[in-house]
């Protein structure tokens, strides 16, 4: 089916359930319990899920295939939220017409930095992307203050010319008059499941490039990339001119970024330039090593867990803590919340961090390996007794690291 | 003419500190090959430990003192640091009036700690794993010391002044006589100037003629060759190591007058400091010292009305441009040898 073979086609097929079940599937607490903070099943964090995730499998298409770091994506990610608010404000709040612009526009960004910086590799690469994006951030709050808004960021204002907008149309972000932030509640004895449009409109696209992403992975251009990143020198030796095809990475992949931007600005129609700061070219960084780079479905692993951490685990302060541990002694009550509280609430980018350190040190592989290696103990396990299934229970569980 | 000068001057204190950090940062790639993205978060650090020291010897104990009464008639019970206590009024006083300066003290074995942990704990492991993988692992590692400093000390800036002999600012015009009122410098910027370029001799000349350094110096060019010779390089590497966070942390503290420390005043250090050593070129010692002034004063001269009025923003992206039109056109930067990292 859509040309992949049957393999891959199941593994879409589940990764799509997963994509348009999450309102339910994680929702997974009443919300009378306690544990209903842990519930991810709101509208705003879902799309995060989606969006970033996006932007992690875009930036996998380069880092993954190809090896090339590059620390300046979120110029794309600023790039694409401004193309969107700027078509709302000529135009009106259909989001089509601004993702459309969103992608060309960062795809040219991506032609112009691509062409330049990927005359060199390794870290000058990293580099000359980073002055890059440094650049754009830079320019984007000073001199470009007419185009970026500067620090107020990028808003549609009621003066705006917005030539299509009437009077009955929705004044907020919309796709033909469906509205993103439209949403239906239903409620099933305790729990409370809210299907969003905006959050079925960006999992459609992430469906949609998903599936863009599995067809380069394993077209013959995939694998030209993926030799880029093994011997790139002798590549060179056996004729093959390697520059159009890392430039066509960069741009896709830029491309994608863009997308993610322009998708972020639909959801919520501000644009800013903080998001072209290096600290979000590294945070797609880390979503990307923390799921598996090089994986197809790593990044989006990746993505989910960062910012279920930025939205969850920052939310745990001490009195949460203390009706955790409410029933231990008071004495080691106040021992344990002492040790646990740097590390939750305000102080999750430590937890972060340090889960970073971890798995670049032990598993290089990202989440995906360590699934992997999870997995295969269990097989080593059933070996003995069932040696038929394991060749299928293997071929399944292999399946997402591709 | 004298604008120019002040322009140099203004580029000084900044290139500096870029000179410094850059120079640790080379010295790292230099002797132990690994890209230290964490390096910034060490210049924090440093300056943290000036902000600790200034807390340190602030500290008091109460005092019922007799001779003076409140309102009710009560004797009034003082604060007395206790440095104060110690060392009587006067010398106490200027102690905690010099806490930046005294921090270096603190700093040093501190920050020298604090390299060899990292070196031993975690980078060791990653000598011969590619450098993207170098710049995760410290990258990772920054982000952690980070978030350690903002727990213990917050997420605000903490203001640390200079002595009050160096609090205000000279007329260097008059000084060199260009006529008075024409160059209006800052003592501290000066006194941070004087104070790098005494830091960087040492550091080159403990390379040149020490016979320590001579070894180190060996080991750089031809790692594999003083091992057989049955020198134990690693552990010097590690010293170095060491040292290159010293350098770091020194940087750091001397700058907290300058810029009061924020858990995040590394990471944007750190970034323009990269630009930095590529543009003297990566394992050029001498490069990195000449590229950090260099960006420096010309990151001061952009900032000129004169010249934004030519070239808007252009004070914004000054540093950016250079290197992206060095990495391009002499890839091993100003003064790098052929060969290094060129391809």
Redesign the interface.
């Known amino acids: 089916m859509f040309g992949l073979d049957a393999k891959d086609t199941r593994f879409l097929l589940i990764v799509m359930f997963l994509t348009l079940a999450t309102p339910v599937l994680l929702q997974p607490f009443p919300e009378t319990s306690s544990l209903a903070q842990f519930n991810a099943g709101y509208p705003d964090l879902m799309q995060r899920f989606a969006i970033f995730g996006i932007f992690a499998i875009g930036f996998n298409i380069l880092f993954g295939l190809t090896?090339y770091?590059s620390f300046g994506h979120a110029a794309f990610l600023g790039v694409g939220s401004y193309s969107v608010v700027w078509m709302y404000k000529l135009l009106d709040y259909n989001v089509l017409p601004g993702l459309i612009l969103a992608v060309v526009v960062s795809g040219l960004f991506a032609v112009v930095i691509g062409f330049?910086s990927l005359?060199?590799?390794?870290?000058?690469f990293?580099?000359?992307t980073?002055?890059?994006a440094?650049?754009s951030y830079?320019?984007a709050?000073?001199?470009?203050t007419p185009i970026t808004n500067g620090e107020t960021g990028l808003q549609v204002y009621s003066n705006d010319p917005q030539v299509l907008l009437t009077e009955a149309g929705p004044h907020l972000p919309h796709l033909f008059g469906l509205v993103m932030s439209d949403a239906t509640r239903v409620r099933l004895g305790d729990w409370v499941f809210t299907f969003n449009f905006g959050y079925y409109f960006t999992a459609i696209i992430a469906i949609i490039v998903f599936y863009i992403s599995l067809r380069i992975f394993r077209s013959p251009f995939g694998m030209i990339l993926r030799a880029i990143k093994s011997n790139r020198t002798r590549l060179d030796y056996a004729g093959i001119n390697t520059k159009p095809y890392m430039l066509a990475a960069f741009v896709v992949s830029g491309m994608y970024a863009g997308l993610a931007g322009g998708l972020l600005a639909a959801m919520d129609p501000l644009a800013g330039a903080e998001r072209m700061q290096?600290?979000a070219s590294?945070e797609v960084?880390?979503m990307t090593?923390l799921g598996g780079a090089g994986t197809l479905l790593g990044p989006v692993l990746g993505a989910a867990f960062i910012k279920y951490f930025e939205n969850i685990f920052s939310k745990i302060n001490e009195g949460v803590l203390h009706t955790w541990f409410g029933w231990l002694p008071d004495g080691l009550e106040d021992f344990i919340i002492t040790i646990v509280h740097?590390f939750v609430g305000e102080?999750w980018?430590?937890t972060?961090?340090?889960l970073?350190?971890l798995v670049?040190?032990f598993l290089?592989g990202g989440m995906i390996e360590g699934l992997n290696r999870i997995a295969g103990l269990f097989n080593k396990k059933s070996e003995k007794s069932e040696e038929a299934q394991d060749s299928k229970s293997d071929a399944r569980e292999s399946q997402p690291a591709e | 003419m004298d604008a120019i000068l002040l322009q140099i001057l203004n580029g000084l204190d900044k290139g500096s500190a870029y000179a410094l950090i850059a120079l640790g940062l080379t010295l790292i790639f230099g002797t132990l090959g690994v890209?230290n993205f964490a390096h910034g978060a060490l210049f924090m650090i440093g300056a943290f430990c000036a902000v600790t020291m200034q807390r340190l010897l602030g500290l008091s104990y109460q005092v019922i003192d007799e001779t003076q009464k409140d309102f009710l008639g009560n004797p009034l019970t003082v604060n007395v640091s206790y440095m104060e206590g110690w060392f009587g009024p006067e010398i106490g006083q200027a102690i905690v009036d010099w806490s930046v300066p005294l921090a270096i003290l603190l700093a040093i074995p501190v920050m020298a700690l604090v390299g060899f942990a990292m070196e031993r704990g975690?980078i060791k492991?990653f000598y011969r794993r590619p450098?993207?993988?170098q710049?995760?692992?410290t990258?990772?590692?920054?982000?952690?010391l980070?978030?350690?400093i903002?727990?213990f000390f917050g997420a605000n800036p903490i203001p640390a002044g200079a002595p009050d002999v160096f609090a205000g600012s000279f007329d260097f015009g008059a000084l060199i006589g260009l006529g008075g009122g024409s160059i209006i410098y800052p003592y501290w910027r000066m006194v941070y100037f004087l104070f790098s370029v005494a830091v960087i001799g040492g550091v080159f000349a403990f390379l040149q003629y020490t016979t320590f350094g001579m070894v180190v110096r060996a080991g750089m060019a031809d790692r594999d060759t003083v091992g057989h010779l049955g020198i134990n390089i690693d552990r010097r590497f590690t010293i170095m190591f060491g040292l290159a966070a010293a350098v770091a942390g020194m940087a750091g503290v001397m700058y907290a007058p300058i810029l009061s420390p924020n858990y995040h005043m590394g990471?944007d250090f750190l970034?323009l400091s990269?630009?930095v050593v590529?543009v003297g070129g990566?394992g050029s010692l001498p490069g990195a010292v000449l590229a950090g002034f260099l960006l420096g004063i010309l990151q001061s001269f952009a900032s000129m009305n004169e010249v934004k009025s030519i070239i808007?923003?252009i004070d914004?992206?000054i540093i950016?441009?250079v290197?992206?039109v060095i990495?391009?056109a002499r890839?091993r930067g100003l003064l790098g040898r052929a060969g290094v990292?060129e391809?």
């Open positions: 090896g770091l330049i005359r060199r590799s390794g870290i000058y990293s580099i000359l980073l002055a890059f440094q650049m830079n320019l709050y000073s001199v470009l290096w600290t590294g960084v880390l090593i740097p102080g980018h430590l972060l961090g340090l970073f350190v670049v040190v290089p | 890209v975690l492991h450098h993207a993988e710049i995760l692992v990258f990772g590692l920054a982000i952690v980070q978030e350690i903002k727990h990471m970034v990269f630009v590529v990566m808007p923003g914004q992206v950016y441009l290197a992206i990495l391009l890839p990292m391809n």
